[in-house]
């Protein structure tokens, strides 16, 4: 269906448009290529791409016609909400568009867009209003493609999503972030509320393509142990490995189910953990605010949170800087020991004739610091680093919680 610019911004308006947060990329276009869209607008060429949409009220028709209750909820609460569409592809488009179309958004273009009368028309930092006429005019009477999918039920419009994005592949979050999984929605929530802590931990670039929800979604894989393929329920991080973690509640719509993959427990205490670590990121001084936190700390902050909490200990707000300082001591002397250790053994190993490469860095923790993906390796650091940390946690300034017991 085409239709033109200045009908389709007043009738796919954001409050009668559901955009998902499990179907979308996040948005990325800079001013430079709301400017090329208009420009395509102008020359009558945005009407070769598509902005597709699902009717929700279609889709609770046919929920309905199969019997699917979570889909009949899923589309109900949409409609009740006063939402018509779900943006399936073009969320950039739209939502830039209308912005657009409504002044919150400037434009430059020093090549110029075609107006009404094919007059080039240079623009410099302007909203839609400061446009000259006709070049309003041109713009407003474009046209736009507009499709609606087929009706489907909620488990289906992730698969119409990936499939409407197969030219341009997603990455590996960004596709299982469509899985329609009660740990799905929990990853990008528990990410929001974790923001400031994400912004020292994953460079911008990388959270444009959601690999701070992906970061999210490994802590909480270390947090949970949940894994029914070992006995000991530990994950590794590969992205085969997420998948399945995500995939465990295909067919569960929330935590309070019975035989629910993600118990409830587990998910409060990685909730409550995540939020010490947070703190304990955004808190520290070591890292200077243009710098990003490395990796191999962020995790031992996690390992030191997890202890604290499991071993009834918290952290005075007043103190996440002292504990952050401590902790890296802490790392950093077991890092070195270790380091020194290795070197020793390869130098015993050659006077002994022995060749040194046989003393392997996989046996020493500072090896460990850069695998947390990998179960072993994490285990070991894990074991190596709360060990310290049990013998003196004041050293970290932990404090005891007091016990109900009278």
Avoid at 292 to 305: E, P, Q, T
Avoid at 375 to 390: C, F, N, S, Y
Wanted: hydrophobic letters at 35%.
């Amino acid at each position: 269906m085409l239709i033109k610019f200045k009908n389709f911004v007043t009738t796919y308006t954001e409050d009668k448009v559901f955009y998902s947060d499990q179907f979308q990329r996040r948005e990325v276009w800079l001013p430079t290529q709301i400017a090329e869209f208009l420009s395509s607008l102008c020359l009558g060429w945005a009407q070769l791409t598509t902005i597709v949409l699902a009717d929700i009220d279609m889709c609770l028709q046919y929920a309905k016609e199969h019997g699917d209750y979570a889909s009949e909820k899923f589309y109900q609460d949409l409609l009740d909400k006063g939402y018509r569409w779900i943006s399936l592809d073009g969320q950039n488009r739209s939502k830039s568009a209308i912005a657009f179309a409504n002044n919150k958004k400037r434009v430059t273009s020093t090549r110029g867009f075609l107006d009404a009368d094919d007059n080039l028309v240079r623009i410099d930092n302007k909203n839609f209003k400061d446009f000259p006429p006709r070049l309003r005019d041109r713009i407003n009477d474009s046209l736009v493609n507009v499709q609606i999918a087929p009706a489907c039920l909620h488990i289906a419009l992730s698969e119409q999503f990936q499939a409407l994005n197969s030219g341009e592949p997603l990455n590996h979050h960004e596709n299982r972030n469509s899985f329609g999984t009660p740990i799905a929605e929990w990853i990008r929530q528990t990410r929001a509320n974790l923001d400031g802590a994400m912004m020292r931990t994953v460079k911008r670039t990388h959270a444009i393509r959601m690999l701070d929800d992906e970061l999210v979604a490994k802590m909480t894989m270390v947090l949970m142990s949940n894994n029914p393929s070992l006995g000991t329920g530990e994950w590794g991080l590969s992205h085969s490995e997420i998948d399945s973690f995500y995939r465990l509640g295909e067919g569960f719509v929330g935590f309070e189910e019975k035989d629910t993959p993600y118990s409830q427990y587990q998910i409060d205490r990685a909730s409550k953990i995540l939020d010490m670590w947070m703190h304990a990121i955004m808190k520290q001084s070591f890292y200077k605010p243009s710098q990003m936190v490395s990796a191999k700390m962020y995790w031992a902050a996690l390992y030191a949170c997890e202890w604290a909490y499991d071993n009834n200990y918290y952290i005075p707000a007043s103190s996440y800087e002292k504990f952050f300082d401590e902790l890296k001591k802490i790392d950093d002397k077991l890092i070195n020991d270790s380091e020194n250790a290795h070197t020793q053994a390869r130098n015993t190993a050659i006077k002994n004739g022995i060749d040194p490469d046989t003393v392997k860095k996989g046996r020493y923790y500072f090896n460990w610091t850069g695998l947390p993906h990998q179960v072993g390796p994490r285990t070991d650091r894990i074991k190596a680093l709360t060990a310290e940390i049990a013998i003196n946690p004041r050293v970290l300034h932990m404090r005891k919680l007091q016990s109900n017991a009278a």
